[in-house]
């Protein structure tokens, strides 16, 4: 039988491919707000594979950092959309 | 007065907040109860305590920046809570949705003006996140002063304030105003 | 690992999250212009990250249940607080994304209707900007 952690690194590995894929539209993307959007979706599933080792690992210290890492990604998120938008306001 | 109360509140919040990721972390382990693992010693409170009252001496005008304390009701809090059940129905429809266009590309993309009727801005705030999270729409822009949101449908219909908001102004109601 | 109801329950969980996940990943490169994007990308991963933290939850509070150490109970509520975390931040992102793609100019692909075309928009004064006077003693407007 297959343990729980064995699933738990495994899950992390298709969350790398899948970042690996959402790179693909921050090269590709158009415009720079597409690139704005895969850089968005890579900082969520950064934080999901990061609970995955961290449940794989027992490390609870991996889930504290996801907490902080959502909350920074979020705030990058936010300048370069006011960066885009534009200094007048 | 209202300053030593923003000041109370952001320090109950703050340390809420502590005494909630500390929980259960293991560390009075001098007594012999079943429950030293799970509450807390005597310093971690009064560590947190300390820390709680560095963070509302500094964020107080943040949290609390209108003045207006209708949150510190613990009932509008049960009431936020009960709401997260509706709005996960509403997200696991909302994810089938996205399923079924990504499949089948059955588009009609618009943007769409909508009036909620709501008045303060957490109100708005939860609405706008709702809204975004839930089937075929996403929150582009809001008018400040009058509060109306403008609304990315991707299959516009008809009567847009009562489809996509009609569901959640009646919950927002209850505990934002 | 033997199938007792419990483990059934968290594999399902895990699957859920797996392919939603990839339903976003894919939508984001099926779908025509950057606010249809955000529809997959927003709520199909944030659904699936949310299931993923399901699936720890879960997991953690069985072995809780079963060994009873403090540190599984621990790692289900920081679980719990990174979901919450991500729930909050991710549609306030979207919505950043849009409104600065909609500033920029990008016009919804395949528009039927677009009413924030030419809208008169209406902002309140940053309440930081104001200068330290009775305004903080007024209370709320």
Redesign the interface.
């Known amino acids: 039988m297959i343990e729980f952690t064995t699933l738990f690194y495994g899950s992390a590995l298709l969350f790398g491919v899948l970042i690996i894929i959402c790179a693909l539209r921050v090269f590709l993307g158009p415009t720079t707000p597409d690139r704005v959007v895969g850089l968005d979706t890579i900082n969520t599933l950064v934080v999901g594979s990061m609970i995955a080792l961290g449940a794989a690992m027992w490390e609870t210290l991996f889930i504290d950092i996801a907490i902080v890492y959502a909350v920074l990604s979020f705030i990058t998120t936010l300048f370069i959309a006011k960066y885009l938008e534009g200094g007048e306001d | 007065m ?2 030593s109360k923003a000041f109370f509140s952001t320090f109950l919040f703050a340390l809420f907040v502590y005494l ?2 500390t ?4 560390q009075s382990l001098a007594t012999e109860s079943p429950w030293s ?2 509450i807390w010693s005597f310093e971690e409170i009064v560590l947190g305590i300390s820390i709680s009252l560095l963070v509302a001496a500094v964020t107080n ?1 943040i949290l609390c ?4 304390f209708r949150m510190m009701n613990p009932g509008r809090w049960v009431i936020m809570l009960a709401y997260t059940i509706p709005l996960f129905f509403e ?2 429809k ?2 089938f949705d ?2 079924y ?2 499949n089948t ?1 059955n ?7 909508i009036d909620p009727d709501l008045k303060t801005d957490l109100g708005v705030t939860f609405l ?2 709702s809204i ?2 839930t089937p ?1 729409t ?9 509060n109306e949101l ?1 609304i ?1 449908w ?1 299959k ?1 219909g008809e009567d847009p304030t009562e489809t996509i908001s009609g569901r959640f102004v009646k919950w927002i109601k209850r505990f934002a105003e | 690992m033997t199938l007792t109801l419990a483990v059934v329950v968290i594999i399902i969980l895990l699957y859920i999250s797996w392919i939603f996940n990839g339903l976003g990943t894919m939508g984001l490169h099926i779908f025509p212009d950057v606010y249809t994007r955000l529809h997959a990308a927003t709520k199909c991963t944030t659904f699936g990250t949310m299931f993923m933290s399901f699936t720890v939850i879960a997991y953690s509070t069985r072995l809780y249940i079963i060994e009873g150490e403090a540190r599984f109970l621990n790692m289900a509520i920081h679980t719990f607080i990174a979901l919450i975390a991500l729930l909050v931040t991710n549609p306030t992102g979207a919505h950043a994304i849009a409104r600065a793609a909609h500033k920029m100019g990008i016009k919804p692909a395949e528009a039927v209707k677009d009413d924030l075309e030419g809208a008169d928009l209406q902002q309140k004064k940053p309440v930081m900007m104001k200068k330290k006077d009775t305004s903080n003693e007024e209370g709320d407007k």
């Open positions: 209202k300053r909630f990721l929980l259960a972390a293991g693992e799970i005008h920046r209108k003045r207006n997200m696991a909302a994810n996205v399923a266009r990504v590309g588009i009609e993309p618009g943007i769409v003006k706008a996140n975004t999270l075929g996403l929150t582009v822009d809001v008018d400040e002063e009058k403008y990315h991707i516009v």
